[in-house]
């Protein structure tokens, strides 16, 4: 979606990215002094669950990991960011991360409660599903399955006996009706991190016994079950009602943080910008074979880009970002890295204003995005070196379903072709005179290009790549970065075509649909504040995404609706993706066997995301 409040999420998860993801340059390392902040645990409730109801089957498990009985004696002494641990390096897996500023507090909930890619989102906290784009597997977690009634108002999801928080107190369905019912009342409607705008749909939410929590909702609803997923970065968080029940969401700092992961909190540096974590040996996954083989999992605040790649040859982190291109460059001193590279959730796209003409003509925006050279731009203007967008989102394995090959074929909207876009012109009434593009009115087209990107930024490459496109065939266009009122400009629809990023879709299309429909649009020079900048408004295509929201998406009736709201957007687009988004992360070999490469990339490989977990589950010691 095109959503301002998108735009403020992405530069966030883009610092991110930039600093983690693909080599970035985060603040230089604290002074080496080690002080570690004294955890103390919370208070703990007596009651707890009794019944034991049958849920759906659990998977099948993978063959137990042994643990040693005794600790290790410390042999091969090591330091991160100045702190001198006492376990040996080769227990440990150590990680990247930003200037991290938050040492004391893990409460999700509010602004500055936590710093989430410290490891806590990663392997503290867990999700009752993982969704894994790389393999395109929807992996049942906390919860086993779900069920619906037969008109869709009511959900069933069913929780996974054995599972314990990481205090040894049990998880239950009463965990989570809890939560949801902290979404649901109107004192925490502040807070951030809770389903609010589900919570709207439901009549109430309630534990039917340990393991069955039951979702009354106000209408159909069939894919409700899809809000419990872990999706980009992380998903619905639960927590505690044990704990939370008896504090104040506001204010309390969970510290230290209790959740259900493999992991938890051993001590925090705050001088040093260094978090330790250490394996919780009563993890209730070792029981189905889930159970990491490193002891330690450390997150640090990164070496600034001067110092990183003297750091990456000692061997000092296990998974970082390395800059590609610095990787490129190095690669023969770095036979122990493998360099991975995976596609980021939204692709970089162009988006229209579909109220002002020509624009508002779906032929002349399909003849524009003809106009817009993929290929070139994915091979020369990113880097790593992209590819051009193969749907209407990332290039994810889940998402491959909902691709309508023939209506690629049939539109022609995502090939370059400028000769197919001056016929598409000329059919509609526009032709060339003079070095001229002249519309039915007899006038020259005149169109401004756009972006919020400045000057040499990738967006900022392709929009003015583009404009040159525009000219090539007789359009009088502009191109310019406009800073600090780019949004308000598409809010007020002050624009013609703008490029930026496409984001939406990423375990259902109708994620990315919903955002664009008629009931959203509104009036060129009033501010959109509902997401549909482009005023876009196309009947159908909203009595076909009304049909399908009203199916359940397993249902095989589904697949059609799918593939003809994909084949009207094609159509009649208000957007088009352009190339994937790439971003490389690196992952060291030294100590560890079976690190994702990009010949064996088992999980997303983002050390900021929550699906990172399988990365502990797989690695095995040298």
């Not at 998977?59 to 040996?88: C, D, I, Q, Y």
């Not at 009549?203 to 209408?219: C, H, L, R």
């Amino acid at each position: 979606m095109s959503h301002k409040w998108l735009y403020n999420l992405l530069v966030a998860m883009l610092v991110i990215i930039m600093v983690a993801g693909c080599g970035g340059a985060p603040t230089e390392t604290a002074a080496p002094t080690a002080t570690a902040e004294i955890i103390n645990p919370p208070v703990i409730k007596e009651d707890q669950p009794t019944s034991t109801p049958k849920p759906t089957p659990t998977p099948k498990p993978v063959e137990a990991v042994t643990t040693p009985e005794e600790p290790k004696e410390v042999t091969e002494e090591f330091s991160v960011n100045g702190v001198t641990m006492p376990f040996n390096r080769s227990e440990a897996i150590i990680s990247d991360q930003v200037d991290f500023s938050i040492f004391d507090s893990f409460n999700p909930f509010i602004p500055n409660g936590e710093h989430y890619q410290n490891g806590v989102g990663q392997y503290v906290r867990e999700y009752l599903w993982y969704t894994n784009y790389a393999t395109g597997e929807i992996i049942p977690w906390l919860a086993e399955g779900w069920e619906y009634n037969d008109d869709y108002t009511e959900l069933k999801i069913y929780i996974r006996k054995g599972v314990t928080w990481n205090d040894g107190e049990p998880f239950t369905a009463h965990d989570v009706a809890f939560t949801m019912n902290m979404a649901m009342n109107p004192e925490y409607d502040d807070l951030g991190g809770l389903p609010q705008s589900d919570a709207e749909f439901w009549n109430e939410v309630y534990a039917a016994d340990d393991f069955t929590v039951v979702f009354d909702m106000k209408e159909p609803r069939p894919r409700q079950h899809l809000m419990l997923w872990c999706r980009i970065v992380s998903g619905t968080i639960i927590v505690p009602e044990h704990i939370w029940s008896e504090v104040d969401a506001h204010t309390f700092k969970n510290n230290p943080p209790v959740y259900t992961g493999p992991y938890k909190l051993s001590a925090v540096y705050p001088e040093n910008k260094v978090y330790v974590w250490e394996r919780n040996e009563d993890y209730w996954g070792k029981a189905l074979g889930n159970f990491p083989e490193a002891k330690y999992a450390i997150y640090r605040t990164g070496p600034g880009a001067e110092q990183q790649l003297a750091e990456v040859k000692e061997n000092n982190m296990d998974i970082f970002g390395l800059s590609y291109d610095n990787y490129v460059q190095n690669k023969a001193d770095l036979p122990q890295i493998n360099q991975v590279v995976y596609v980021d959730p939204c692709p970089r796209a162009a988006w229209f204003n579909t109220a002002k003409a020509p624009l508002d003509q779906p032929e002349f925006r399909r003849a524009m995005s003809m106009l817009m050279n993929r290929e070139k731009w994915g091979e020369n203007i990113w880097s790593p070196p992209s590819k051009p967008a193969q749907g209407l989102w990332a290039d994810y394995r889940n998402l491959d379903k909902f691709i309508n090959e023939d209506a690629k074929e049939t539109w022609g909207t995502l090939e370059y072709n400028p000769d197919k876009a001056l016929e598409l012109l000329e059919s509609i009434g526009y032709k060339q005179e003079g070095g001229k593009l002249i519309g039915p009115d007899g006038q020259q087209v005149v169109l401004a290009v756009t972006t919020p990107v400045g000057v040499g930024g990738n967006e900022y490459l392709m929009g003015q790549d583009f404009t040159e496109e525009l000219k090539s065939i007789g359009i009088e266009a502009t191109f310019e970065y406009v800073e600090g009122v780019f949004w308000d400009n598409v809010d007020m629809g002050e624009f013609d075509i703008g490029f930026w990023w496409f984001c939406g879709a990423t375990v259902d299309p109708t994620e990315l649909y919903g955002g664009y429909t008629c009931d959203r649009v509104t009036p060129l020079g009033e501010r959109a504040t509902n997401g549909n900048e482009m005023r876009y408004c196309n009947e159908e295509y909203d009595q076909t995404l009304l049909a399908l929201q009203a199916v359940d998406p397993d249902d095989p009736a589904a697949q059609d609706l799918y593939m003809k709201m994909f084949d009207l957007w094609l159509q009649d687009p208000p957007g088009v993706p352009l190339i994937e988004t790439y971003y490389s992360v690196s992952f060291n070999t030294t100590y560890w066997d079976n690190m994702p490469s990009n010949e064996n990339l088992y999980t997303v490989p983002f050390n900021w995301w929550g699906q990172i977990e399988q990365v502990y589950f797989q690695v095995t010691p040298k």
